[in-house]
């Protein structure tokens, strides 16, 4: 019995799989470590406008000629903030379920209050009130300490950059 031609097809085959196998490893887009990063959350992407807006504001507040550019960015802020507001942290879904409300009631109570401060730091410069106005930031970054102590989950955190004081 002739064995060869059998052999012969076996190694197209082994040769054919090879090839495939290439291809669609060559076809497959290859990821960076930072498209690999776990998705946005729509707070995060919220909460990353409050804090655009609250980088400009630290310098633009010192300025009374730069009160019509801070009163843009605290519209900016405000609408974020009353939009973060109404979601839900995605820590909520760690705890267990009978807590779960509770800890989205204490959440929207701490949002609520931060957008009351933001209210607080419009009049203020409405009045001219830049001394106010700067009392009042340094107040909303207590609740933002406090409201990512209590409410964010750790892999939400971002690795802070070198130049940033909070
Ligand atoms: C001026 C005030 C605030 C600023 C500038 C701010 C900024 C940010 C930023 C930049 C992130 C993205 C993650 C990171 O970079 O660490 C974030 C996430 C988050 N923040 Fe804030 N934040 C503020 C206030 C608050 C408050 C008061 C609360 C809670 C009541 C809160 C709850 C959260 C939560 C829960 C996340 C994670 C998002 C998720 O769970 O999906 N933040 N925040």
Redesign the pocket.
């Known amino acids: 019995m002739n064995l060869l031609p059998e052999r012969k097809n076996m190694r197209r085959l082994v040769s054919a799989l090879i090839a495939g196998t290439a291809v669609i490893w060559l076809a497959t887009p290859r990821h960076s470590a930072a498209e690999e990063k776990k998705a946005k959350?729509e707070?995060?992407k919220q909460?990353?406008q409050?804090?655009t807006g609250?980088k400009k504001l630290r310098r633009t507040l010192r300025k009374k000629e730069s009160n019509p550019e801070s009163l843009e960015w605290i519209s900016k802020i405000e609408q974020a903030a009353i939009i973060s507001k109404q979601m839900t942290?995605?820590?909520a879904a760690t705890l267990p379920a009978d807590q779960q409300p509770q800890f989205v009631v204490a959440?929207r109570k701490?949002?609520a209050q931060?957008v009351g401060e933001m209210l607080k730091m419009e009049t203020a410069l409405l009045d001219d009130d830049n001394a106010k106005a700067q009392d009042v930031f340094k107040e909303?970054k207590t609740?933002?300490e406090d409201?990512?102590d209590k409410?964010?989950?750790d892999d939400?955190?971002?690795s802070p950059k070198p130049d940033e004081k909070k």
């Open positions: 959350t707070l995060h909460m990353e409050i804090d609250m942290p995605s820590r959440y701490r949002m931060l909303l609740i933002e409201g990512h409410f964010m989950q939400e955190k971002d």
